[in-house]
């Protein structure tokens, strides 16, 4: 592969990928995908449709607002001339964006890559010592921050000098906003970047401790769209979308903003997404696409009676494997079946996945038109159909980590090894078997057992600890800890609940262990490590 001239001024993304040799296979034409050399993806994504008279069509409808795609493409016009103009960003600098999934959250992630930046998006929850390695690994000076999150974010700057400045916004007063306001700041061309220019770096939870930054191209925004989002969601431009996660889950980002703006729909963006705030966003703006993780969709099912949520006609599931039985209840109360999906930030989005018409209940799906799937073993050989092993994926998208040793492990062959286990039957479809590795999914949260036990530690009684997940009908699974505790201290309720907030004040709240379980003693290796597959196997037990 040969780059193309980058539109980058700032060479830091380009300088920090992997070397060609580690890339995994990434091929557009078999998926039928063909862009333009020169390409910066938010043109495509908002101002082609005002540029081809669809400006007064609605982008997105919030609790309390609003905007057509012609007051969107203003909004990101403003907010890009002011970081260009009054905040000194140039193209390839990288800014990190800290919010809700709110319409100035959306205005300000498209600004970024409008004006050649690259954006690092963090989830509203982390902690300050769980932003500072995204801050520290992408050189960050510049942050645009929600006023009410800013909080975490200047405690974090105090350990890293390099994050310059913070602007925040969200009401009318505030920096951005004011800055925003100033005239002739309503037009932006947008900076002329080639479609491998790097606008997005996504950090993984991180199995081990250190997440891992994720690199990905302009026109990777657009293959998502006109690979999965076509060609196996097959929205309209008259579809609302709506969903809860975060827009620093790359699942979020695709399903509540690069899907709609690709084909000039809305998104629907509730102040509030829990499972019961979605059932009421969906009556009042009548939602018809829905992107949330099969824990939510349990959630909702004894919520349904009486409310009104015939709008919706595609429900996408996500984030952990779908339960069938949590399948076969959604189907039962609203005669709508659940479109399961697996993807990785790696590869930004879902890349198996079956069209409603192919559904087979219990399955993941069948890989997205473009990829191509198969399940290998340990020493990547491929195996039988009907045999567990690991899953391998290559496609139009694939993992170019951020400066890091990683690659190898995830980049094998020129395919991507993605860390599940799964089976492929006879007709070519997937079925989820376990994580190969020690991460937690909960609630469609993934979370690494190593940094809660790294918290737990922190505090003064606790000797030693383990964590693992633990199965769970309502959560997939639940955080479980292991603790010994030091000499004096009592393992009771009130310890519980000690240990449990002392996680939840230290790293974001939902990492936090919802069982932990006193013990006198760890099993462990004659070497010392700890067995954490021993703590599995007693989790699943007790379960």
Not at 439 to 447: E, L, P, R
Request: charged share 20%.
């Amino acid at each position: 592969m040969n780059f193309l001239r980058s539109g980058h001024i700032d060479s830091f993304a380009r300088d920090n990928l992997p070397p060609l040799a580690q890339w995994p296979q990434i091929d557009l034409d078999t998926a039928g995908l063909h862009y333009p050399e020169r390409l910066n993806a938010v043109a495509a994504l908002v101002d082609d449709h005002v540029a081809q008279g669809r400006g007064d069509r609605i982008a997105i409808i919030g609790d309390h607002l609003s905007w057509s795609y012609g007051d969107l493409a203003e909004r990101i016009n403003r907010i890009a001339n002011v970081l260009t103009r009054d905040l000194g960003m140039v193209a390839g600098n990288r800014v990190l964006l800290r919010a809700a999934n709110t319409p100035m959250m959306v205005a300000a992630y498209l600004a970024v890559i409008k004006a050649g930046g690259v954006v690092v998006a963090t989830m509203p929850m982390l902690r300050a010592v769980e932003l500072v390695y995204p801050i520290r690994k992408a050189r960050i000076a510049l942050a645009l921050c929600d006023h009410r999150l800013r909080a975490e974010l200047e405690t974090a700057q105090t350990q890293v000098p390099e994050l310059a400045r913070i602007v925040a916004f969200g009401a009318e007063g505030y920096e951005l906003e004011a800055l925003m306001a100033q005239p002739g700041y309503e037009v932006f061309e947008p900076v002329d970047t080639s479609s491998d220019d790097v606008c997005l770096i996504g950090f993984t939870s991180g199995t081990t401790g250190e997440p891992k930054g994720t690199m990905h191209f302009q026109r990777d925004l657009l293959v998502i769209c006109d690979a999965y989002g076509a060609k196996v969601l097959k929205a309209t431009p008259d579809d609302r979308f709506i969903g809860s996660a975060p827009l620093a889950f790359t699942f979020g980002l695709g399903g509540m903003v690069l899907f709609p703006f690709r084909i000039g729909a809305a998104a629907v963006l509730p102040d509030k997404t829990g499972p019961f705030d979605l059932i009421d966003a969906i009556e009042r703006h009548k939602a018809s696409v829905m992107f949330t993780a099969p824990t939510a969709y349990r959630a909702m099912l004894d919520k349904l009676d009486g409310r009104d949520v015939g709008s919706l006609r595609i429900c996408v599931s996500a984030g952990e494997t779908l339960p069938k039985p949590v399948f076969d209840a959604w189907l039962a109360k609203t005669s709508m079946k659940l479109m399961d999906g697996i993807g990785a930030t790696e590869l930004l989005h879902i890349f198996i996945a079956a069209p409603l018409e192919a559904i087979r209940p219990g399955s993941t799906g069948i890989p997205v038109p473009g990829y191509e799937a198969k399940i290998v073993d340990s020493d990547g050989r491929d195996v039988p159909d009907g045999t567990p092993g690991r899953l391998a994926v290559r496609g139009p998208i694939g993992c170019r980590y951020l400066a890091d040793a990683r690659q190898g492990n995830y980049v094998q062959n020129g395919w991507n090894i993605t860390g599940d286990t799964y089976i492929r039957d006879q007709d070519g479809y997937f079925w989820y078997q376990a994580r190969s590795d020690d991460m937690i999914i909960s609630s469609g949260y993934n979370i690494a057992g190593p940094e809660v036990e790294a918290c737990l530690l922190g505090h003064p009684d606790v000797l030693e600890c383990g964590v693992v997940g633990s199965p769970c009908p309502e959560r997939g699974n639940i955080v479980k800890a292991y603790v010994v505790l030091r000499e004096g201290a009592t393992g009771n309720a009130a310890m519980l609940k000690l240990l449990q907030d002392h996680v939840k004040a230290g790293i974001a709240p939902y990492k936090y262990p919802r069982a932990i379980e006193f013990v006198t003693a760890l099993p462990k290796t004659a070497s010392g490590k700890l067995q954490r597959f021993a703590l599995r196997q007693m989790a699943q037990g007790e379960a």
